[in-house]
């Protein structure tokens, strides 16, 4: 049996855009292109999907999950390794834990899951969240930012994603500088510019989006499963350029 990209879109909760993007980076494949260009996916390229779905809720780049999916491990193996992150975050990540529990039974040659439920558990719920409490801290204010920030953004999701994992990738390899060091402020420059594309903070603000990455435990759980270090040395460089530039 196989899948159309809309198909596959629709049962995992990604866009068809975001498909794509994955076939023409290497990421991501289909089984095969008919004649006409359709994508057509099968039950292989869906368990893939799953892992990199996974993969992009621990917070990995597109490159470092290329990286990962492209080894020689055993796939169960990976699976293990994820399912035991998984279950130290169990507050956050209990129901898709348990999808990725059944996954390994599965491949293990347990029970068959159904194409939803390879899919169940992603937090669909996270950006709500990150919203709520940025109004908590912000106020009304906030809310209006957020409401222009969708408006503004609208339909460059994959774009801003590919972006910020780009920013990401640039810190980590930067953790070992100062957070003052022309270099890493050069990529705070450029965060702040990514921010600018969603709302357009002020020194106190800025601040304070530094301080909710350390503080929130969604942005923390994704900030350490990069480096354990992350969250922090953000925070400070935002600190830095905040009060040299804002």
């Known amino acids: 049996m196989s899948w159309s990209t809309a198909q596959v879109a629709r049962i995992a909760g990604v866009t068809s855009r975001t498909l794509r993007h994955y076939d023409d980076i290497g990421l991501l494949r289909p089984s095969r292109v008919s004649p006409g260009g359709l994508r057509h996916y099968e039950r292989e ?3 893939r ?6 993969l992009r809720e621990l917070g990995m780049s597109l ?4 990286a990962v999916v492209a080894g020689e491990a055993d796939r169960v193996d990976q699976l293990r390794r994820h399912h035991r992150w998984l279950i130290e ?12 529990a059944a996954t390994i039974a599965q491949l293990e040659g347990g029970t068959r899951m159904s194409t939803e439920q390879l ?21 009304d204010g906030a809310a ?3 409401a222009e920030s969708k408006a503004r953004t609208a339909g460059k999701g994959a774009e801003l994603q590919a972006e910020w994992a780009g920013i990401e990738d640039r810190l980590v390899a930067l953790l070992d500088s100062a957070p003052d060091s022309p270099a890493v402020q050069a990529v705070i420059a450029d965060h702040y510019r990514w921010i600018t594309r969603h709302w357009t903070p002020d020194r106190e603000s800025y601040t304070g989006l530094g301080q909710l990455y350390t503080d929130s435990p969604d942005f923390r ?9 992350l969250a922090e040395f953000l925070r400070d460089a935002i600190t830095v350029y905040a009060q040299a530039s804002l």
């Open 45 to 47: 390229q869906l368990l």
């Open 49 to 54: 999907l799953q892992q990199i779905m996974l």
């Open 63 to 66: 490159e470092t999950i290329g």
């Open 89 to 100: 975050e169990r507050d956050r990540f209990g129901r898709l834990a348990d999808t990725v």
């Open 119 to 139: 899919f169940e558990g992603f937090d669909a719920d996270r950006q709500a969240r990150y919203e709520a409490e940025l109004i908590e801290r912000y106020g």
């Open 144 to 146: 209006t930012a957020i």
């Open 221 to 229: 759980a994704r900030f350490d499963a990069r480096d354990a270090r």
